[in-house]
């Protein structure tokens, strides 16, 4: 019988190979075992896949479209199981439509960093940042191309009022081309970016959260059609404390922001002309996290999931 040798260096490459292995098994274990949860690990959804369901949305809906999304900024899959399964705003969200699993981070050939600037403006475009007719935004630190353009300019050419309300000054210089075109254009595109004071600025989201209920509460003039807003507690809580479910204020950050997206969602359906419109709500983030970071493409930052009011 042939003996087969391993040098001390192999050996320890083929355990840590089994450990990853193991691991990766037991995140989506846990991640396939989520309410309402409508596909696995072998069907993941991608991130280029949010900007067509909406404009679809908005093009065969029978009654007067509307769509919010909300974000909660690096919030890892395996943190979701920490939601109460009926109450929470991403659990009785999805038990009208579905829970989904995506990924982030491009794929093979146009790989992208697993960062907020490239996983957003993929959730804006539909498309990955080094794909042929790509954004172009693969890394934070960098601006968004002339094309393709963001739903907020393709909804707001047909016609409907887009927002973004968010809190990180990066954004508007990321997208400043596309601020330009609306501009020019004369388009009904807001940028709003959220700058709370005095008190408020100890807990932005809930500013951002309270702009965002007022935002949408307008109706009939001046009134929006398709917002999205991006929640950050879950982020700032992983980099600092650890982006783990085992992490009792990454934990609690989640419970926070998703209080937040219930409160927004009842501002919805408490709408007088709720029953003449068809809304379109999605919850998501844009990466996971691994320790305190995350930009590289391991499972924990690609994973990344979506709860939708309508199947996907």
Not at 201 to 213: F, Q, S
Not at 220 to 226: L, N, Q, S
């Amino acid at each position: 019988m042939k003996k087969i040798l391993f040098t001390g260096a192999a050996l320890c490459a083929l355990l840590l190979s089994c450990v990853s292995a193991q691991k990766t098994d037991s995140y989506y274990t846990a991640a396939e075992r989520l309410p309402y949860l409508k596909n696995g690990r072998t069907a993941l959804l991608k991130q280029t896949d949010i900007v067509p369901l909406i404009l679809n949305h908005f093009e065969t809906a029978g009654r007067r479209p509307k769509a919010v999304v909300i974000n909660y900024d690096g919030c890892r899959v395996d943190l979701l199981p920490f939601l109460d399964a009926e109450t929470s705003a991403v659990f009785s969200n999805a038990s009208q439509g579905g829970l989904y699993l995506m990924f982030t981070g491009g794929e093979e050939g146009c790989l992208q960093n697993t960062r907020p600037a490239p996983g957003f403006t993929t959730q804006f475009t539909g498309k990955w940042a080094l794909e042929e007719g790509g954004h172009g935004v693969f890394n934070n630190g960098l601006l968004k191309k002339d094309e393709p353009r963001t739903h907020f300019i393709l909804l707001a050419e047909k016609g409907y009022a887009t927002a973004f309300h968010f809190l990180w000054g990066a954004y508007p210089s990321i997208l400043a081309e596309d601020r330009r075109y609306a501009e020019e254009n004369g388009l009904p595109v807001e940028w709003n970016r959220c700058r709370p004071k005095g008190e408020a600025r100890k807990n932005p989201d809930e500013a951002l959260m309270r702009e965002v209920i007022s935002r949408l509460s307008v109706e009939g003039e001046g009134e929006v059609d398709f917002l999205t807003c991006i929640f950050e507690s879950t982020d700032l809580a992983g980099h600092r404390y650890g982006f783990s479910p085992e992490e009792e204020r990454y934990r609690e950050a989640l419970l926070k922001i998703d209080g937040y997206a219930q409160k927004i969602i009842e501002t919805v359906r408490n709408r007088s002309s709720f029953a003449s419109e068809e809304w379109l709500i999605l919850i998501t983030t844009d990466h996971g996290g691994r320790n305190l970071t995350h930009g590289a493409q391991s499972v924990y930052e690609r994973t990344i999931w979506i709860s939708s009011n309508r199947p996907l």
